[in-house]
């Protein structure tokens, strides 16, 4: 009689057995990236974005639900909610309905790690972008990460990836509870090269601790060009009041050359309780900061040490800092602070109309309520320092200069306070030339100390309580006027000089082109001194505009550029114009640069200012285009050009060009593949190796292919690996992308298949190819090959032997697990055990039993010591006895280079108890007396003539199979006794099968008497069978 069991809780019942089939058609199609859908519910591809990214491809894209997602996956050693190594893109924002586009505010997708990993990780050479995420809970302590082996990134952990983060909320992760230092506790990127657009970082912290030093609270970059462009970077904590340091509250960056911050609000983050930088903190970066507003960051909030950079702190940084605006940031909260707005150490820095107003510095060592040069060789041109304080000590409550040679042209510098009164300090072995600069409303314009020397020409000086002070040296040139600057609205922060400033036209020509407007330099009859050239009142200019592309014809994904020729016609010039470029249709436009002006870019549309275009020398703007990997058609550009500001254009007739058209074409290539096997005959458990050569028939190239290869039987393969390709593996099937595909050379992609022992038979093998990513195949006639047949042959066993078990001397062995561990795996080695009682225990595998049997051997029962034949079980028991303390028989299949099929004859087996052992998948304790898995391929078991009674498989929980749990594909019961074995023993305990249990298995059961046994026994349980 045949007898399966389900995999429900049925004691005995009707097994099941599942076959999976993975059908390939004979004409493949030729793919595209594909979008993989993903919801926490049924009805998408995924239920986790993780499944999702594993099984992409190159180029795909992973479209996410709204909902929160907290599953925690650890890959390499490190634990996260997402771990991203391919190219693929992510965007969160969608319905289930998966409509365009995804709206990320109304249909949060959130990414949570709940404290316990973080939250997303790329790694890499992989180019991935990643939109419209809500990432928190991120945790790194513990993880490392930097190239230090602290702990770095709690949101988000980019490690030499290309990395596009665009729309997203990063928001209370945390770096480091317990390291030493911390970096980034929203995002770190290390090195590769990053993009992020768009993104909130908020309400994150790097260190957490009471020990550490925090970097970089909201994003920390070490050795990565990142483009951080429009972000929101606020509240964030460098260390918090606990930890010793923290440098960079918003941002800090360390080996940052090349790094564009352009467009970014960086608002109310703090550095720590001894902190430098409160908004930004840069080290060895002579990074671009451009456009950014740094408002109402704190450097230090405790401790004796000074606080230095309320805004930002430079240290070694030769950094260029363009039309930033830093206001309201505060150095020295109690402790002391120095460089409220701006903190320069050893950073010979470009600041180029930038506004310094309105900052704090706290009782400092130096002071500089707006600035601090300490150390450094600047050049700051068209600066507004205003407003800023001094509360306290401390000197030059604009501008404090340290063992510096400043250099400063078109400044304005007025209604600072505090300290020494001073507006500019001049100090410790510093130098400085000032030139067109109006010092107003100070109690000291500038004070220069002994040793040091300020060289000041074309000087408007108004309303200070004196002009100059200090004992060092002070030359003010031979122009010097004194008159009110006019101001436009000082107290609203305006510093523009109206129509009646002195400063108009009494400057000097300091070499800028422009003023802190964008304004070209010089206007009317002379250059005005300060930040501000007042613009004369209707300029008059022709403009003409011209447009080339660079290519009539690309490829998706490729850069286009486009050369924008602006002509100023007359009257008058320089003269200021306005572009607006307009690319149809916008979703053929992936992103847009440019060079030669100052531009944006939204929705198709790039806004371009371009100044100073000059009467006869006509004006370059370059934009850079970088197609959409997936658009097809044609690009039509149209620019037009206007008068920008208070510049008039009386002639439109002249004033647009184009359309120009560029043809946007998929990557193309006729994609190829052969497969040949190195050997046609290999030895089962030995490695096949497969040799896949693609070639690229064109007419595109480098192109991406996808390699589906399929082995058939499955069950024959113990493993694969692989070279040329990024692959991976799953039931038969290998998965592959192969990159860089070219048309000169083909590309070969080798597959190492290693058999398992056991197999005898054919393993045949078939492979596709398609184009992958950004490539389709035009001809799918070659894109299969095979099948492949390799034979496979099992070596033949040695002979069998006979072992002697008796508890005495005289036979060959005293215990049955010594003579188990001695006989051959393979050979079916017969093991004679003599009549007695065998009591002792053996752990293996982290369980506990009288006898563990992993090889194909043949145990006998029921012999005397003269080992005469036949045996008689009955008249000369064998008996196993666990005594309670494990079981009495485990039988567990394993990889052998031949079929597992052990048997087990005439014992008795007894006092076997199963509690805490586990055995069954959920974990639950299963097999009281014999615990019998056989899942390995063309595995089985034979128990027969045996008496297996008094066996328990818990005392505490969910027990299965009290006398026998059998798990497995074949297994034959004959003749054997089971009685009086119990699934469960005691109160509120589940037992299922007191006797036998059985699970996803194909047994035979013959012959045998299974009574008198008991589900459970005690009291308030559950009991079946």
């Known amino acids: 009689m045949k007898i399966k069991s389900l995999s429900s809780a049925l004691a005995l019942g009707l097994g099941l057995t599942l076959t999976l089939l993975w059908l390939l058609s004979s004409n493949p199609l030729t793919i595209r990236a594909a979008d993989l859908t993903v919801c926490a519910g049924v009805g998408c591809d995924f239920e986790t974005i993780q499944a999702a990214v594993d099984a ?28 991203i190594s391919k190219t693929v893109a992510i965007r969160g924002g969608y319905t289930t309905a998966f409509t365009e586009p995804p709206d990320p505010i109304a249909h949060p997708t959130t990414v949570d790690a709940s404290g316990l990993g973080r939250g997303l990780v790329i790694s890499g050479p992989v180019t991935v972008t990643v939109e ?68 909130t970082i908020q309400g994150n912290t790097a260190d957490a601790g009471s020990s550490g030093y925090g970097l970089g609270g909201g994003l920390a970059l070490w050795n990565n060009p990142a483009m951080l462009t429009g972000n929101t970077i606020q509240n964030n904590t460098a260390a918090v009041l606990s930890a010793p340091f923290g440098e960079g509250g918003g941002i800090y960056m360390v080996y940052g050359q090349g790094a564009v911050v352009s467009g970014n609000v960086i608002s109310g983050n703090v550095a720590g309780h001894e902190g430098h930088g409160g908004g930004l903190y840069l080290l060895h970066s002579p990074a671009t900061l451009n456009d950014n507003q740094v408002l109402s960051n704190t450097a230090s909030t405790g401790g004796t040490r000074s606080g230095r950079g309320g805004g930002l702190l430079l240290s070694s940084s030769d950094a260029t800092l363009n039309r930033n605006l830093v206001q309201g940031n505060l150095a020295g909260a109690v402790s002391p602070g120095d460089g409220g707005g701006l903190f320069l150490d050893g950073s010979d820095a470009h600041l180029n109309d930038n506004l310094v107003v309105g900052n704090t510095a706290r009782d400092g060592w130096w002071g500089g309520g707006g600035i601090v040069v300490n150390e450094s060789d600047p050049t700051l041109t068209n600066t507004v320092v205003a407003r800023n304080v001094i509360v306290g000590d401390g000197k030059g409550a604009g501008i404090c200069t340290r063992m510096a040679n400043s250099h400063l042209a078109y400044t304005t510098l007025a209604d600072n306070s505090g300290g ?34 300020a060289d000041l020409e074309a000087t408007l000086w108004y309303n200070n309580g004196t002009n100059t002070g200090g004992a060092g040296n002070i030359v003010t040139g031979a122009v010097n006027v004194s008159g009110d600057p006019a101001f436009v609205n000082p107290a609203g922060g305006d510093y523009h000089i109206g129509p009646t400033s002195a400063a108009i036209d009494k400057g000097v020509d300091a070499g800028a082109d422009d003023d802190m407007d964008g304004d070209s330099r010089p206007q009317g009859g002379g250059y005005d001194i300060g930040a501000d050239e007042r613009v004369s009142a209707g300029l008059s200019a022709d403009f003409s505009i011209g447009k080339v592309a660079s290519a009539g014809a690309v490829i998706a994904g490729e850069r286009i550029t486009y050369t924008l020729t602006i002509t100023n016609a007359g009257p008058d010039g320089p003269a200021a114009a306005r572009v607006v470029d307009t690319f149809t249709p916008a979703d053929a436009v992936d992103s847009v640069n440019w060079s030669g002006g100052s531009c944006t870019y939204a929705a198709g549309v790039a806004d371009c200012a371009v100044g100073n275009v000059l009467i006869a020398t006509p004006s370059t703007l370059e934009v850079y285009v970088m197609t959409s990997n997936a658009y097809s058609g044609t690009l039509s ?41 190195y050997a046609s005959e290999a030895t089962a458990g030995e490695i096949i190796t497969y040799a896949l050569t693609i070639t690229n028939g064109g007419p595109d190239s480098p192109a991406i292919a996808r390699v589906v290869d399929t082995l058939e039987p499955p069950v024959a393969v113990d493993g694969v690996s692989w070279a040329g390709g990024s692959c991976a593996y799953a039931d038969g099937v290998v998965q592959c992308t192969v990159e860089n595909v070219q048309t000169a050379a083909p590309s070969t992609l080798e597959l190492y298949v290693t058999t398992i022992a056991a197999y005898s038979g054919t393993l045949t093998n078939t492979v596709t190819v398609t184009g992958s990513g950004v490539t389709v195949d035009p001809n799918v006639s070659n894109n299969s090959a095979g099948p492949v047949w390799v034979a496979v042959h099992t070596p033949a066993p040695p002979p069998p032997t006979e072992h002697t078990v008796c508890p005495g001397g005289g036979c060959d062995f005293e215990t049955i697990q010594a003579a188990v561990d001695a006989a051959n795996p393979c050979s079916n080695d017969v093991i004679k055990v003599a009549e007695g009682t065998y009591t ?90 014999v615990y019998v898995s056989v899942n390995a391929y063309a595995a089985q078991a034979t128990i027969s003539q045996c008496v297996i009674t008094g066996n328990v498989a818990t005392t505490d929980g969910v027990g299965q199979g009290g006398g ?33 249990y059985l699970r996803t298995s194909d047994a035979t059961l013959t012959g045998n008497t299974i009574q008198s046994n008991t589900g459970i026994s005690g009291t308030d349980g559950w009991g079946r069978g």
């Open 56 to 83: 992409a491809a190159a180029g795909d894209v992973v479209k996410v639900a709204e909902g929160t997602y907290t599953d925690l996956h650890a890959r390499d050693g490190i634990t996260q909610v997402v771990y």
């Open 132 to 199: 419209g995420l809500r990432i928190t809970g991120g945790d790194a302590t513990g993880l490392g990460g930097s190239p230090d082996g602290w702990d770095a990134g709690g949101g988000v952990y980019v490690n030499t990836a290309t990395a596009i983060l665009n729309d997203c909320l990063i928001h209370d992760n945390t770096a480091s509870r317990t390291d030493s230092y911390a970096y980034g506790g929203g995002v770190y990127l290390h090195y590769g090269i990053a993009t992020l657009a768009s993104n």
């Open 420 to 453: 020494d009164g001073s507006g500019i300090c001049v100090k410790s072995s510093s130098t400085a030339t000032f030139i067109d600069t109006i010092l107003a409303n100070q109690t000291v314009g500038i004070t220069v100390t002994a040793g040091c020397s």
């Open 637 to 677: 550009n149209t620019a037009v050009v206007t008068g920008d500001g208070s510049t008039v254009d009386p002639n439109g007739s002249n004033n647009s060009t184009g359309p120009v058209a560029v043809a946007v074409r998929l990557l193309t290539a006729d994609l190829d593949i052969t497969k040949s096997a």
């Open 840 to 929: 002792d225990l053996h752990a293996r595998d982290g369980i506990t039993q009288v006898v563990y049997i992993s090889k194909t051997v043949a145990i006998r029962g029921g012999y005397t010591t003269a080992f005469t034949e036949p045996p008689d079980p009955v008249a000369h028991p064998a008996t196993l006895d666990a005594g309670g303390l494990g079981r009495g028989l485990v039988v567990s299949a394993t990889m052998l280079p031949c079929k597992f099929a052990p048997t087990m004859e005439g014992l008795r087996i007894t006092g076997g108890d199963a509690t805490g052992l586990g055995g069954n998948p959920d974990g639950w304790d299963a097999g009281g007396g």
């Open 964 to 996: 026998l749990y059998l798990s497995g594909q074949d297994a034959t019961l004959s003749s054997n006794t089971i009685s009086g074995n119990a699934a469960a023993v005691g109160s509120w305990n589940t037992g299922e099968g007191g006797g036998l």
